[in-house]
């Protein structure tokens, strides 16, 4: 058991003559830390927010961390916290689909809620994409937008679908 024991907590359950006898010691030691465990992830829980890069997935994935540790800590959170709380964590730019969430039918889960939030999420980094093209040879944003996602540069605007198939257009 001394083997798999971190350092500092070998000393705790140093004399201890069988790992039966040392894991018991162990549980009391940190179940009187239990309140504190819990009030350090109930507060994590309401203080989880979205960050700028973090991906929604890995968002609600802390979420999931944690509703396992708050169970491993002696307490219960339902799915439907679990997502009021992720509801509160996210940007203004998610406010219509959590309106549209929270009026809906569907019971409140990450499962339910994610691929909604996914949805809005990857709407939102090609409206961010298509805005950072502003600008690009001659200003045309949505030529120079469709160009990208075709696979060739905006300098290639002057082209049609003749080019692709080895056509010249001029």
Do not use: C
């Given at each position: 058991?001394?083997?798999?024991?971190?350092?500092?907590y070998?000393?705790?359950?140093?004399g201890?003559?069988?790992?039966?006898?040392?894991?018991?010691k162990?549980?009391?030691?940190?179940?009187?830390?239990?309140?504190?465990?819990?009030?350090?992830?109930?507060r994590?829980?309401?203080?989880?927010?979205?960050t700028?890069?973090?991906a929604?997935?890995?968002?609600?994935?802390?979420?999931?961390?944690?509703?396992?540790?708050l169970?491993?800590?002696?307490q219960?959170?339902?799915?439907?916290e679990?997502?009021?709380?992720?509801?509160?964590?996210?940007?203004?730019e998610?406010?219509?689909?959590?309106?549209?969430?929270?009026?809906?039918?569907?019971?409140?889960?990450?499962?339910?809620?994610?691929p909604?939030l996914?949805?809005?999420e990857?709407?939102?980094?090609?409206?961010?994409?298509?805005?950072s093209?502003?600008?690009?040879s001659?200003?045309?944003?949505?030529?120079?937008?469709a160009?990208?996602?075709?696979g060739?540069?905006?300098?290639?605007?002057?082209?049609?679908s003749?080019?692709?198939?080895?056509?010249?257009s001029?």
């Open positions: 058991m001394l083997i798999h024991t971190e350092d500092a070998v000393k705790l359950i140093e201890e003559p069988t790992a039966e006898k040392a894991w018991k162990l549980e009391e030691i940190f179940e009187k830390r239990s309140n504190a465990r819990m009030i350090q992830l109930r994590k829980l309401t203080g989880l927010r979205v700028k890069g973090k929604i997935a890995e968002y609600l994935g802390e979420f999931r961390e944690l509703k396992i540790d169970e491993a800590a002696g219960t959170v339902s799915e439907g679990l997502a009021v709380h992720a509801f509160e964590g996210l940007p203004e998610y406010a219509t689909v959590v309106e549209f969430l929270e009026l809906g039918e569907e019971e409140l889960t990450l499962d339910e809620i994610q909604k996914m949805q809005r990857q709407k939102l980094k090609l409206r961010a994409e298509a805005g093209l502003k600008g690009t001659g200003g045309d944003e949505a030529v120079a937008y160009a990208k996602h075709r060739y540069s905006s300098s290639e605007k002057g082209r049609g003749s080019n692709e198939l080895g056509r010249n001029e």
